[in-house]
């Protein structure tokens, strides 16, 4: 499952990204935010494309990888939430937004969600500034994984 959009494409992460991808999500700028990987993280999107139909994408800019974003499935809540997470070389270039709103578009309408939230902590203002943008609206407080003070939006397909 392919996407293009005005600057970027979007396409399913494959084991030949591993290196690459990794890199990324162990980026101290963005690990300090997003969580680490365990180990076979590329094989598990690979399963939930298959499974779901959707899975965060490899966000590629030029051929090159720059991040992930997309759709996730979040047992924990029984509902699926929007991700993002780029290099800090891609940040300030509304590449986020671009991915985020080709991913409720794609939930909404291919896949017909009935709703898609986005969760993160309080003082992660740059990604609370995306949930703003794509039109996801502030609920709630969560807990998380561990985490007892988590920010929760969303946005209904209606
Ligand atoms: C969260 C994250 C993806 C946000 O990235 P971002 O670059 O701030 O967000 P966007 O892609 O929407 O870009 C918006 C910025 O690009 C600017 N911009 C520049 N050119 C633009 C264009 N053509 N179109 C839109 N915006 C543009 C906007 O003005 C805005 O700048 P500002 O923040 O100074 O107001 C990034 O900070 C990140 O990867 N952080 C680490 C991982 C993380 O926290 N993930 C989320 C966990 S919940």
Request: aromatic share 12%; proline share 6%; charged share 25%.
């Amino acid at each position: 499952m392919i996407l293009q959009t005005a600057r970027l494409t979007l396409r399913p992460l494959i084991l030949n990204d591993a290196d690459a991808y990794l890199a990324i999500r162990h980026h101290p700028e963005v690990a300090r935010w997003v969580p680490k990987p365990l180990p076979g993280v590329i094989e598990r999107f690979s399963a939930s494309w298959e499974e779901r139909r959707y899975a965060p994408w490899g966000v590629f800019r030029d051929g090159k990888l720059i991040g992930h974003g997309g759709l996730n499935y979040v047992p924990e809540f029984g509902e699926t939430e929007v991700l993002w997470a780029l290099h800090p070389d891609a940040w300030g270039k509304g590449y986020a937004t671009e991915v985020a709103r080709a991913a409720l578009d794609y939930g909404f309408e291919t896949l017909g969600l009935g709703l898609i939230f986005a969760i993160t902590l309080p003082d992660n203002l740059a990604s609370q500034a995306v949930m703003k943008r794509i039109g996801l609206t502030y609920r709630k407080r969560v807990e998380y994984r561990g985490f007892k003070d988590v920010v929760w939006f969303d946005k209904s397909r209606d």
